[in-house]
């Protein structure tokens, strides 16, 4: 079960990628840097098999908190520990969804220009649900990184979908957002019976559970080095997606 949890999910080496001879990438990064995600997204990539099987397998919500045993040990984790532990901001939006339609018209005339001038290569106007190819590489990354860290998506990441492009913008355009809360409450839906929401988070709980008094733990593994988005790796990832840009122009009927 461990296995699967990390088995889609990215780590980031932000000191690696922010030292990048990339423009666009860098400015990206540093805009999750901005947002509050670092801690997140960098924490220390180490995983502890057993105590992850078994935290999930005892996992549920208890007011408001994420509860579980590992080894007979009581684990609680509330919403200000969560956020503490990553430094997550508990201030700004939480559910995109719920922004009031005149403030959602107001972000539309200031998003709408910056997705026509940003988000696309072509500069064409996007729609706010599109393929990944539409928009820009540094952007592609960045739904991966939404899909695959936050979300915790299972399945196809080609499409964008309409929460995570207005995800984007507000990301790159500097909106604050309450990351504390929405990661908690996705967490909260990772240990709920019923729930369709995908478990991840592997390493975050891992850093949480370090911090349960007299909780052994047993031997750690190294978060998998083709999960960590380093300089090299995401330079491997611009050279795959310029290609079949290149391919994808070439094919185009004239």
């Not at 706010?128 to 979300?151: G, N, P, Q, V, W």
């Not at 913008?169 to 369709?196: C, D, H, P, Y």
């Amino acid at each position: 079960m461990a296995y699967l949890l990390i088995s889609s999910s990215l780590h980031v080496s932000f000191d690696s990628i922010l030292a990048m001879d990339d423009t666009g990438i860098v400015a990206m990064f540093g805009a999750l840097v901005v947002s509050g995600l670092k801690g997140f997204l960098g924490c220390p990539a180490i995983f502890y098999e057993n105590a992850l099987t078994e935290f999930f397998q005892n996992g549920s919500v208890r007011d408001g908190m994420v509860v579980s045993t590992i080894q007979g040990t009581s684990v609680e984790i509330s919403e200000e520990i969560f956020s503490g532990a990553f430094a997550l901001p508990l201030d700004g939006l939480t559910d995109l969804s719920e922004i009031p339609k005149d403030l959602v018209f107001d972000a539309r005339s200031i998003v709408r220009p910056l997705l026509t001038s940003i988000f696309s290569d072509s500069g064409k106007q996007v729609s706010t649900s599109c393929k990944k190819r539409e928009i820009k590489i540094e952007f592609r990354l960045l739904s991966d990184i939404l899909a695959k860290s936050i979300f915790m998506k299972a399945g196809s990441f080609d499409a964008v979908t309409h929460e995570r492009f207005l995800l984007m913008a507000a990301i790159t355009g500097g909106v604050q957002i309450n990351w504390g809360r929405l990661l908690f409450n996705i967490f909260k839906e990772m240990v709920t019976a019923g729930s369709r929401q995908a478990k991840g988070y592997a390493i975050q709980i891992c850093v949480l559970l370090k911090d349960v008094p007299a909780l052994e733990l047993g031997d750690s593994k190294a978060f998998p080095s083709p999960r960590i988005l380093t300089e090299k790796m995401v330079h491997r990832y611009v050279v795959i997606n310029e290609k079949v840009i290149v391919e994808e122009v070439a094919n185009k009927p004239r």
